[in-house]
């Protein structure tokens, strides 16, 4: 892939999350995306050293497993680019007043010169315009969608509350968030529609870090952190009507609000549980979780589906090919949980440190190649005491934990129903119909000493989440409800 234009006025900041750096060309569909360093640690040498290296594994990891577990045509890997230092000096410069507070302890790589070149997948991929109204995009993190199911699990709570339901509350205690969001992954992944409306609802109402809606590769909803969060759904659906009522997108007040959010989340769960191979959503099998994997008791599904007058049908499971499935299948290598690899991470950690050698020939660093991908299929059932079986189950943990990160884009161009296009390759709502593409983004390698923070993370959550339980049983029931019911955005089912 070739950088069409190297100068700096063409092109703009365009997102960022912990590791790296986002900017989009203004015209082109093209992004680039540099690593970022904790400031401390932001020395020209190291950067030069490290970001060559580091960029060729994100995209190895991308090409050589992500794409093999996900699918084709979900993945994109992208090329390591190399730019002219005073093009991506004078970026740096450019795009640090846009950059959120909470972000800035760690600096754009602005001295290695080295770069990720990728399609800009909020618009359209293939760039093809088909009328004037912009594409729309639609990203989601849905973060981990089951009920971890290892022997391993000591703490009960684990079994019974998802990872995300129970960080909310930490996340809130930390000031990363003010509200705690009613989302639950595992109504997001269970392919159920009702439940599926609720956890998109959910997100709209409080979009965190999970949700972002792109016009024309602007952002026109989602938080940059909490102190500027671009989330009024009027305003949004004002964006949304000429979408979605093209005809007569006239109607306005909180019953055109409910009227387009209703669209939108349609259009979000089709493409959702689409098969990108089939294009279908319908008659085709489905992925099924246990009961006990697939539930969050934490969830507001029932309160919610009773509130919105939903009735509870429960057929469950993604179809099969679609991206909530493939990405749930990869989360899932996770077979042991944390508290099983953080013992073999200690069996792994004192192994090379008696044989410091060996860290290559385990490939904890990579290189992500065909070896890694092959070394990912288990052919050990049992724990036989070795330093290679804890280095399997390590990766496959890795890989898990990837997918438990990544994000998936859905791309929308609006498209005339008059002109019949192909029912395979679009989404037609009550009066819009569009041409749609889903990608799944972020896919790097988490690194292996990241192991370490994880085991302490968990621990943190799940005795925060149960001490607040423990206070909350003091708030009397009655209270506690009506003050969420305030800020409560009522919707129709879809
Ligand atoms: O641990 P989690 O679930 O909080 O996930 C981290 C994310 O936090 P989130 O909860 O999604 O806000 C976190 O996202 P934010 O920085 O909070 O936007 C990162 O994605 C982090 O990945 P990495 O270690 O930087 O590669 C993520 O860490 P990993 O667990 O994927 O290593
Ligand atoms: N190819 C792309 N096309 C359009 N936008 C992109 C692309 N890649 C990344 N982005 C945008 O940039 C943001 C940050 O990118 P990304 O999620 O890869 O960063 P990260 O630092 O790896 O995130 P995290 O904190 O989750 O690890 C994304 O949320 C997305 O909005």
């Known amino acids: 892939m070739e950088v069409k234009e190297v100068d700096g006025n063409e092109w703009k900041y365009h997102g960022e999350g912990n590791r790296s750096m986002v900017v989009s060309h203004v015209q082109h569909c093209q992004v680039l995306r540099f690593l970022k360093f904790p400031i401390e640690h932001a020395q020209p040498s190291q950067a030069l050293e490290e970001a060559p290296r580091r960029l060729k594994n994100i995209v190895d990891f991308s090409k050589h497993v992500m794409k093999l577990l996900l699918g084709d045509n979900f993945v994109q890997p992208g090329e390591v680019i190399q730019l002219p230092l005073d093009f991506v000096t004078q970026l740096a410069l450019k795009i640090q007043p846009e950059r959120s507070g909470s972000r800035c302890n760690k600096v754009m790589d602005a001295f290695s010169g080295y770069a990720l070149c990728l399609p800009d997948l909020t618009k359209f991929q293939t760039c093809h315009q088909i009328e004037k ?20 699990i000591t703490k009960d709570i684990k079994r019974h509350v998802c990872r995300y339901c129970m960080h909310q509350h930490l996340k809130v205690a930390n000031g990363k968030w003010k509200r705690i ?8 992944f269970s392919g159920n529609k009702q439940r599926m409306y609720i956890a998109l609802k959910s997100l709209l109402q409080e979009p965190q870090n999970n949700l972002k809606i792109f016009k024309n590769g602007e952002l026109i ?83 919610e589906a009773l509130r919105n007058g939903i009735h509870v049908v429960e057929n469950s499971g993604l179809p099969k090919g679609c991206v909530l499935s493939r990405i749930l299948q990869v989360q899932m290598l996770d077979m042991m949980d944390i508290d099983g690899i953080y013992p073999l991470y200690l069996r792994v950690q004192q192994h090379i440190e008696d044989f410091p050698t060996d860290r290559s020939r385990l490939h904890l660093d990579g290189p992500y190649n065909e070896s890694f991908y092959e070394s990912l299929s288990d052919c050990h059932s049992q724990d036989d005491e070795t330093v290679d079986y804890a280095a399997q189950k390590i990766h496959q943990y890795r890989v898990a934990t990837t997918a438990k990160d990544c994000s998936i884009m859905i791309a929308l161009s609006p498209c005339p129903v008059e002109e019949r296009p192909e029912p395979s390759t679009i989404i037609q709502t009550s009066r819009a119909c569009f041409v749609y593409s889903v990608s799944v983004l972020d896919l790097d390698p ?34 506690f409800y009506k003050e969420n019911e305030e800020c409560t955005l009522f919707f129709h089912s879809a």
């Open 133 to 152: 109204r912009p594409p729309l995009c639609i990203e989601i993190k849905p973060k981990c969608g089951f009920i971890p199911f290892s022997s391993h």
């Open 181 to 188: 969001s009613k989302y639950c992954p595992l109504d997001l």
């Open 221 to 303: 909803f989602g938080c940059k952190d909490d102190q500027d969060c671009l989330m009024d759904l009027n305003e949004l659906a004002n964006h949304l009507k000429a979408y979605f009522f093209p005809a007569n997108g006239v109607v306005s007040g909180p019953q055109c609000t409910r009227t387009v959010i209703s669209e939108l989340i349609h259009v979000i769960t089709i493409a959702l549980v689409s098969n990108v191979d089939t294009c279908k959503t319908g008659d085709m099998k489905r992925t099924l979780v246990s009961q006990e994997r697939s539930h969050c008791e934490a969830s507001h599904f029932r309160k």
């Open 446 to 479: 988490k690194p292996y000493e990241n192991i370490a923070h994880q085991y302490k993370l968990d621990g943190k959550i799940i005795n925060f989440y149960v001490q607040s339980m423990r206070g909350k049983k003091d708030v009397t029931t009655p209270n």
